[in-house]
Every structure is written in structure tokens, then in C-alpha cells.
């Protein structure tokens, strides 16, 4: 086993955790760590494209990566010159196979092998672990595509409930269009014909009913991720949005009740947002907005 010394202050953190053997905070730094992809010489230079660097052990296939260049050319005896930097949460959107395990410095006194469903649940916590981490951030929006149909559903339905896929809203508050917002979603055809899209945002109550959607497009794949749910494909499994472009956490969630104050928008294709109702827990109905003065 090759001994290579920490580079920098993250690795001195990480080895002497460790060594103490304190695994818990390990994970908890790698959740946030920075990680180092080894990539080919023409990869590099825009000559073919980057591939996921594996081995396999024992039929196992494990995608490999390192906690610093420094460390991984020295683990490599200088084989290994190009890299690629990535985040733990960006190797879950693009996570290739729910077989594949991850390999943090193989081959290194400090190193860690972590299964998919362990690389989903660092890099992707529920709800309610997200609150637990980040008490000051309060319980986050949330957000769902709507259709028509849905829009008149909720509007008239009684008390207004929410099935299935929603998002995290901070996520992407940077997106301010609706044709990419529909694309970073994979959900082209939530579109209205005139290019717009509408919005449902709320603020969750009873957190442990939303679902972080581990799991795969089969029951090998679910297995695999020690998840719940079996979806078809481009579904990724570990807890994000099936783009490889995007990191948005996503949510299942079956009949949940919306909670006072929640609101639909209209977003329009040329980027402006306008509020079209809102609910009223107490009253236990919808209140339309009709100007954009009702807004403020």
C-alpha cells in the first residue's frame, strides 16, 4: 500500500480523523469535499471525451477518485496526470450505473469505499436531515410543474393536496426562463403553448413525508441503492433530477396536504414571474391574484 503524506489542510483534517477513527466525521467531511477525477491526456485537451474512471475488484465495479491532484499523482506513481474536480452532490446527478460503488484514494492507508446508497445519502439528505444540518435555513420551498388540468384540480378540488415529483426551489432560482427551466427538470412538455410554465410553491409540514427517491430502474438497481422506489428511465436513483447538467433534489410525495400560504405562478416565456393564487389555511380556499399591484 502506498504511503502518501496529506496535502493540505482538508487532507491533515481528514487523516488524522481517520486515525482516530472517527468514522462519522469523515463522512461528514466528505460530504463537502471537493473530489479528483483522473481523466486521459486527450480528454484533457478536448481530444475525446471524459470517461468515469473505474476498476474492477471481484466484479464490482468502482469508480475511482481522489481527495487532491497531489495525492492522486502520487497514488499513481505519476501515471496519472489530468484530472477533473467534481463534488460529491455532482457524482450523484450523473452517478452512471447504481451498481458502481465509489473508491476514495484507493489504494492509500486513508482511503474509503462507499456503496451508491451511502454516495446518495451524504451527497443527497432527506428533508428533515437537510433542517437537522442547517436549523438556521428554516424548512426550504418547494416546487412543482403544473399543468391546466392540475391548476383547476387544486382550485376546486377542496382541500388541496400534491402527488408526486416536486423539487427543491432554491435549486434553481437561478433559472429565470421557462425553457430551460422545463429542460434542467426534464420536463419539456410541462410547457404551455404560449412557452410559459405554471408554478406550485409551498413550504412543507410533516417533512418525513417527503421522500427522497433512492432507488433505480429496477429492482437489481433499487437493491443496489438500498432504496423504495422502482421508476423508469432517465431516472437516476440517488435522490437529484435526472440531468447530468443540474443538481436539483427532488421529492415523491402521495396525497400531501398544502399548507397555508402556498402559491401558483405563472412563469412566461419571456421570463417574468406573476402570483395567481394563493392559499388560505384558514379559510380553507384559494384567493386569485388578478393585478400585479394584488402581488405586493
Given amino acids: 500500500m502506498v504511503t502518501v503524506p496529506p496535502s493540505g489542510s482538508f487532507e491533515e483534517r481528514l487523516w488524522a480523523a481517520f486515525e482516530a477513527g472517527q468514522t462519522a466525521l469523515c463522512l461528514s467531511m466528505l460530504r463537502e469535499a471537493d473530489f479528483v477525477l483522473p481523466i486521459t491526456e486527450a480528454a484533457a485537451q478536448g481530444a475525446e471525451p471524459v470517461a468515469w474512471p473505474t476498476a474492477t475488484v471481484a466484479e464490482q465495479t468502482w469508480m475511482l477518485a481522489y481527495t487532491s491532484a497531489e495525492t492522486m499523482t502520487l497514488a499513481t506513481g505519476g501515471v496519472t496526470r489530468y484530472h477533473r474536480i467534481t463534488s460529491l452532490v455532482e457524482l450523484a446527478a450523473g452517478w452512471p450505473d447504481p451498481r458502481w460503488g465509489l473508491a476514495i484514494n484507493p489504494g492509500l492507508p486513508v482511503g474509503f469505499l462507499l456503496e451508491s446508497g451511502t454516495v446518495a445519502r451524504l451527497a443527497v439528505p432527506t428533508l428533515a436531515q437537510d433542517l437537522a444540518l442547517a436549523p438556521e ?9 403544473l399543468r391546466p388540468a392540475d391548476i383547476h384540480d387544486l382550485l376546486s378540488g377542496g382541500e388541496p393536496r400534491v402527488s408526486g415529483y416536486c423539487h427543491h ?3 434553481v432560482s437561478h433559472i429565470a426562463t421557462p425553457v430551460v427551466l422545463a429542460e434542467a427538470l426534464c420536463q419539456p412538455d410541462m410547457l404551455t403553448p404560449d412557452g ?3 408554478l406550485l410553491r409551498w413550504r412543507p409540514a410533516g417533512l418525513g413525508l417527503y421522500r427522497t427517491p433512492y432507488g433505480g430502474v429496477d429492482e437489481a438497481g433499487r437493491a443496489a441503492v438500498a432504496g423504495w422506489v422502482v421508476e423508469e428511465p432517465p431516472f437516476v436513483g440517488l435522490g437529484l433530477v435526472p440531468n447530468v447538467d443540474q443538481v436539483i433534489r427532488e421529492y415523491k410525495v402521495y396525497g400531501v396536504g398544502l399548507t397555508h400560504g402556498a402559491e401558483i405562478w405563472e412563469l ?7 402570483r395567481r393564487a394563493f392559499y388560505h389555511g384558514d379559510l380553507r380556499r ?11
Avoid: I
Fill in 268 to 274: 412566461t416565456a419571456e421570463g417574468t414571474e406573476h
Fill in 286 to 296: 384559494w384567493l386569485l391574484v388578478g393585478t400585479q399591484a394584488d402581488m405586493s
Fill in 137 to 145: 435555513a428554516g424548512v426550504p420551498v418547494l416546487q412543482k410543474l
Fill in 169 to 171: 426551489a432554491l435549486d
Fill in 196 to 198: 410559459g410554465l405554471n
